[in-house]
């Protein structure tokens, strides 16, 4: 086991499972839970209603609204109901870590992904649809939550964000094929089935994250080896009782540090925007230059600038040394650059001009990904990053993307004028660049050696053994894969 650079801790532990497989393994599960994103609001997938020309000649519906009878209204709630499951369930599992092996928690959230998106292609009205959505959500919570902090506890010291990039780089590459592919299965076979080929391709992750032996997060003490809450508390005291209290602990804990806040109060502000784009980009293109082509053209834009902007962001920052410091400097000037950028984009009268400046605009916004979640791991110690990622990520849609689309539409039907409105709405750019350059003066600590497992006492002769079970000699990472 020399030759691959892993500690040899356990024998169990088989000698394929490095570090890099693990990467791979989670940047496609990450990958088919935002292909599905794709595939609900993919043509072929959701489909249209029944439409009638002015002879009564009249085309039948296609997919999910066709086949359901759905207005747009309920065909918009299946596209954002996931978000209902997502953030019920991200604290929960971030909270059940603390009790239950993390690595067990993301199969039975995969399990559950896996079940209801299967459930998805056998619904058969609005509301069965509309649950099964629901659940994809929770099954997608445990992984959101937990895959990060596995990631940043088996990659290279100097790598750490060129990794978290890699896997965040993913979220922009599976939306788009899940557009071409909900589009293709949609048309060729029928769009139930590109709901059943999803769940079948989750299907081994899910079961090999029962099935390996599982994995251990730093700051956190095998399973086999805590005194269970339960045991220290007062029998009459609920488990669900205990649990509440500790999140509630956490949270307090997170509320009360300044950096974490600092850097979340930044990203929702980023995500506002960055889900503002995605919804009414495409419409704000047609109308300022009447682009035939705004969805393609959009569409294009994004993936290729999430794909390239993500990689690099995550490449500078370990170029520069990943610290909590550098990463807000980064997170300020990357934003700040790509917010003139993109407001002078919208500026200009031509659409020649509006493409190149835009590209670029992204391609800077887009480079926080990595640097803005390598702050959310490392401000916080190794047993609360579960919680820190979990209550980032509700944050970042609650008052982020949920509320700043419609917020968007309110402003354009005041002013009815899309060029003011993208305007307005790209100017949010500069206050989360602003809220950032305030977390370069924050006294910051990394706390990824600091031990956090405060709420579980480890006991026996595996306590001192709280190293992840993919431990690589961080000086010498292998070139093999």
Request: charged residues 15%; proline residues 5%; hydrophobic residues 50%.
């Given at each position: 086991?020399?030759?691959?650079?892993?500690?040899?801790?356990?024998?169990?532990?088989?000698?394929?499972?490095?570090?890099?497989?693990?990467?791979?393994?989670?940047?496609?599960?990450?990958?088919?839970?935002?292909?599905?994103?794709?595939?609900?609001?993919?043509?072929?997938?959701?489909?249209?209603?029944?439409?009638?020309?002015?002879?009564?000649?009249?085309?039948?519906?296609?997919?999910?609204?066709?086949?359901?009878?759905?207005?747009?209204?309920?065909?918009?709630?299946?596209?954002?109901?996931?978000?209902?499951?997502?953030?019920?369930?991200?604290?929960?599992?971030?909270?059940?870590?603390?009790?239950?092996?993390?690595?067990?928690?993301?199969?039975?959230?995969?399990?559950?992904?896996?079940?209801?998106?299967?459930?998805?292609?056998?619904?058969?009205?609005?509301?069965?649809?509309?649950?099964?959505?629901?659940?994809?959500?929770?099954?997608?919570?445990?992984?959101?939550?937990?895959?990060?902090?596995?990631?940043?506890?088996?990659?290279?010291?100097?790598?750490?964000?060129?990794?978290?990039?890699?896997?965040?780089?993913?979220?922009?590459?599976?939306?788009?094929?899940?557009?071409?592919?909900?589009?293709?299965?949609?048309?060729?076979?029928?769009?139930?089935?590109?709901?059943?080929?999803?769940?079948?391709?989750m299907l081994p992750f899910a079961v090999f994250g029962f099935l390996v032996k599982p994995l251990q997060l730093k700051g956190f003490a095998p399973a086999e080896c805590k005194v269970p809450l339960a045991e220290r508390a007062e029998k009459?005291?609920?488990?669900?009782?205990?649990?509440?209290?500790?999140?509630?602990?956490?949270?307090?804990?997170?509320?009360?540090?300044?950096?974490?806040?600092?850097?979340?109060?930044?990203?929702?502000?980023?995500?506002?925007?960055?889900?503002?784009?995605?919804?009414?980009?495409?419409?704000?293109?047609?109308?300022?230059?009447?682009?035939?082509?705004?969805?393609?053209?959009?569409?294009?834009?994004?993936?290729?600038?999430?794909?390239?902007?993500?990689?690099?962001?995550?490449?500078?920052?370990?170029?520069?040394?990943?610290?909590?410091?550098?990463?807000?400097?980064?997170?300020?000037?990357?934003?700040?650059?790509?917010?003139?950028?993109?407001?002078?984009?919208?500026?200009?009268?031509?659409?020649?001009?509006?493409?190149?400046?835009?590209?670029?605009?992204?391609?800077?916004?887009?480079?926080?990904?990595?640097?803005?979640?390598?702050?959310?791991?490392?401000?916080?110690?190794?047993?609360?990053?579960?919680?820190?990622?979990?209550?980032?990520?509700?944050?970042?849609?609650?008052?982020?993307?949920v509320p700043s689309s419609p917020l968007v539409g309110v402003l354009q039907d005041s002013i009815n004028n899309w060029r003011v409105t993208t305007l307005i709405l790209t100017s949010v750019l500069f206050l989360s660049?602003?809220?950032?350059?305030?977390?370069?003066?924050?006294?910051?600590?990394?706390?990824?050696?600091?031990?956090?497992?405060?709420?579980?006492?480890?006991?026996?002769?595996?306590?001192?053994?709280?190293?992840?079970?993919?431990?690589?000699?961080?000086?010498?990472?292998?070139?093999?894969?």
């Amino acid at each position: 086991m020399a030759g691959d650079g892993i500690v040899d801790s356990s024998p169990a532990a088989p000698s394929w499972f490095t570090p890099k497989r693990l990467l791979l393994i989670f940047c496609a599960v990450n990958m088919l839970n935002y292909l599905d994103r794709g595939v609900i609001a993919s043509n072929g997938v959701n489909g249209s209603l029944e439409t009638c020309d002015d002879k009564g000649i009249c085309s039948s519906g296609t997919g999910i609204q066709g086949d359901f009878k759905l207005n747009n209204f309920e065909d918009g709630v299946l596209s954002s109901a996931f978000m209902v499951g997502l953030l019920v369930a991200s604290p929960i599992f971030a909270s059940l870590a603390k009790s239950v092996n993390p690595f067990r928690l993301i199969g039975v959230g995969l399990s559950v992904w896996t079940f209801s998106t299967a459930g998805c292609g056998f619904s058969f009205n609005f509301w069965s649809i509309a649950v099964c959505r629901m659940l994809v959500g929770v099954g997608e919570a445990s992984f959101i939550s937990l895959a990060a902090p596995f990631i940043d506890d088996n990659a290279p010291a100097t790598e750490k964000t060129a990794w978290l990039a890699m896997f965040y780089m993913c979220i922009p590459t599976g939306v788009a094929l899940g557009y071409v592919y909900g589009g293709v299965v949609g048309t060729y076979l029928n769009w139930r089935y590109a709901f059943w080929i999803e769940a079948l391709l989750m299907l081994p992750f899910a079961v090999f994250g029962f099935l390996v032996k599982p994995l251990q997060l730093k700051g956190f003490a095998p399973a086999e080896c805590k005194v269970p809450l339960a045991e220290r508390a007062e029998k009459s005291t609920p488990m669900i009782m205990i649990q509440l209290s500790l999140v509630l602990k956490d949270l307090k804990v997170l509320l009360l540090d300044k950096v974490y806040v600092v850097n979340v109060l930044g990203y929702i502000a980023y995500n506002a925007v960055i889900g503002a784009y995605s919804y009414w980009g495409p419409k704000a293109g047609y109308n300022i230059y009447n682009m035939s082509n705004a969805d393609l053209v959009f569409g294009g834009i994004t993936v290729v600038c999430g794909i390239f902007g993500t990689l690099a962001g995550g490449f500078i920052l370990d170029h520069m040394t990943a610290t909590i410091s550098n990463a807000f400097k980064l997170l300020s000037g990357a934003t700040l650059l790509g917010a003139i950028f993109c407001f002078s984009a919208f500026c200009f009268r031509s659409l020649s001009g509006f493409i190149p400046v835009f590209v670029v605009g992204e391609l800077l916004i887009f480079a926080t990904q990595a640097p803005v979640n390598y702050v959310c791991l490392h401000c916080v110690k190794p047993s609360m990053r579960p919680i820190s990622m979990a209550v980032s990520t509700v944050s970042i849609h609650i008052f982020g993307d949920v509320p700043s689309s419609p917020l968007v539409g309110v402003l354009q039907d005041s002013i009815n004028n899309w060029r003011v409105t993208t305007l307005i709405l790209t100017s949010v750019l500069f206050l989360s660049s602003a809220i950032w350059f305030i977390g370069v003066f924050l006294k910051s600590n990394d706390k990824f050696n600091e031990d956090g497992e405060e709420n579980e006492v480890p006991t026996g002769p595996k306590a001192a053994s709280l190293e992840p079970l993919l431990e690589e000699t961080r000086n010498d990472i292998p070139n093999n894969f």
